[in-house]
């Protein structure tokens, strides 16, 4: 089906670029004058979307305010109803569009509604006011559509608890720069905010504060339809069976009790992966995730996992002899690791797996993303997008620099790597600091998982269309930290 947009404009030079960059633009210096009270967004005849269609009507009321923030809504909206208006974005949806703008009208044409999303996000960048504030926009043409299905963004939110609305300004952001997944690291050793139904006390005792830092069913029901609505996936992440300290403060029996010598230390380490009740916790716990979180992806983890403690446990180095394991750890992470969606390559290194593998060692990825594909596996990149790690001075251009897919392999191999993500780890970062640490450092990844490379090499001929989409994020309430000396026509003037 085919949904067809069309935005009507009052009549009928600034050549502006939009971020990321489109596969296909091509821009006059022919101008047209936009009026904000006859301006109005409405739907083609032969568009399958009619009146009801719930994440354009937000959308349309969302970007004429962002077009026009100095204005109320000026003319009716016609809203439609289609099969995708309801649904969730998923790993197979289509984002291409095509936009035309022309004298007197725009035309958006997309396939699906979350290529509307990303249509109507380039159309709002290409409009710009003059020094008396009259609103225009170029003649443009666009064909575009993104390089990779996967461009994720992943927060920490156990280290340091973020709130609601930082989640949800994150959000804002990341469909301004068409990333399209949250990697929600939503629990880990420091705390477990995630309020479950199935489990109370895992949160009651092993959050921050019981009340205050959780996160409650109706909260994650929020961040999901507010993500929705941007055409963005949620992906949780429970990781286990290291990372589970604060899941053991609510969960008697979870862990494995460490010992010194022949008796036990009183501390405790990874989930205990020899008992059958952990393995009826973990399958009672992810029926409910998988019931909560609509994505068909459930990340589980399976990264850093320490031996020590499980080496130190007689019962453990029982079960290992019985298994047939001898004094081979990584077998038996292995055997715990055998419901997972998406397992990071610390579990690969160990054994292999029909599933999504997620790249995080830094130094060796190019060789882990030939290693990892040439055994047939579909991956994701994120070790050289770890932005929580700062450096003086521009360090989105390393970021920018990044290219996926130059690695020793064949082109099918090249295929087997669907999209990457910007992980900001919460050791240093909460609310304080959380947007002027992302923005617009998290841009550069986001283009480079979008657009064509060949045409986005440059980082030099890159730093204007940066700088003004930084300009643009600040005009929206975004606090993206500088580039470089300069101002921007709206500075940022509060929270």
Not at 28 to 47: E, H, I, V, W
Request: charged share 25%; net charge negative; with cysteine.
């Amino acid at each position: 089906m085919c949904c067809a947009v069309l935005f009507f404009f009052l009549l009928i030079v600034q050549v502006d670029g939009v971020w990321p960059l489109p596969q296909q633009l091509d821009q006059s210096a022919d101008r047209n004058s936009l009026s904000p009270q006859r301006f109005s967004f409405t739907y083609g005849r032969d568009s399958a979307a009619q009146t009801g269609c719930s994440v354009l009507d937000a959308a349309f009321k969302r970007y004429f305010s962002i077009i026009f923030p100095d204005f109320t809504k000026g003319s009716g909206l016609l809203i439609v109803k289609t099969r995708g208006c309801d649904g969730y974005p998923d790993e197979d949806s289509d984002e291409s569009y095509n936009l035309s703008v022309s004298e007197g009208q725009a035309v958006l044409r997309s396939v699906t509604v979350w290529g509307a999303l990303r249509g109507l996000e380039s159309f709002s960048q290409l409009v710009y006011q003059d020094d008396y504030g009259s609103y225009f926009i170029n003649k443009t043409e666009i064909v575009d559509f993104p390089r990779f299905a996967f461009r994720g963004l992943l927060l920490d939110t156990s280290r340091h608890y973020l709130p609601l609305h930082a989640i949800l300004k994150t959000l804002d952001a990341m469909a301004y720069s068409k990333f399209n997944v949250f990697h929600w690291h939503i629990v880990d050793d420091p705390s477990f905010p995630y309020q479950s139904r199935t489990f109370p006390d895992l949160s009651n005792k092993g959050a921050f504060h019981p009340f205050t830092h959780v996160y409650t069913q109706s909260d994650v029901m929020r961040v999901i339809e507010h993500a929705r609505m941007r055409g963005i996936r949620v992906i949780p992440e429970f990781d286990s069976p290291g990372h589970t300290q604060s899941w053991g403060k609510g969960q008697p029996n979870l862990l494995t009790p460490c010992y010194k010598g022949d008796v036990p230390s009183g501390s405790f380490g990874p989930v205990d992966p020899t008992v059958d009740t952990t393995y009826k916790f973990m399958e009672s716990l992810l029926k409910e995730v998988k019931f909560v979180f609509p994505d068909s992806y459930v990340h589980l983890g399976g990264d850093e996992v320490s031996f020590a403690c499980w080496q130190s446990n007689p019962n453990v180095r029982t079960f290992m002899e019985k298994m047939g394991f001898g004094k081979d750890f990584t077998k038996l992470e292995s055997f715990y690791m055998e419901r997972t969606s998406i397992v990071w390559q610390d579990v690969f290194d160990y054994h292999e797996r029909d599933t999504v593998l997620e790249i995080w060692k830094g130094e060796t990825y190019q060789a882990e993303l030939s290693r990892m594909t040439k055994a047939g596996h579909r991956v994701l990149l994120s070790a050289p997008w770890y932005i929580n790690h700062i450096s003086y001075g521009q360090d989105w251009r390393n970021s920018y620099a990044v290219q996926p897919q130059n690695f020793s392999g064949t082109e099918e191999q090249k295929k087997l790597v669907i999209g990457g993500e910007v992980a900001m780890w919460g050791e240093y970062v909460d609310a304080t600091n959380l947007n002027p640490r992302l923005w617009p450092r998290a841009c550069a990844a986001a283009e480079r998982l979008w657009s064509d490379e060949e045409k986005t090499l440059n980082a030099d001929l890159a730093f204007p269309r940066l700088e003004k989409f930084r300009c643009e994020l600040l005009r929206r309430g975004i606090q993206a930290e500088p580039l470089f000396v300069g101002h921007c026509k709206h500075e940022y003037d509060g929270l």
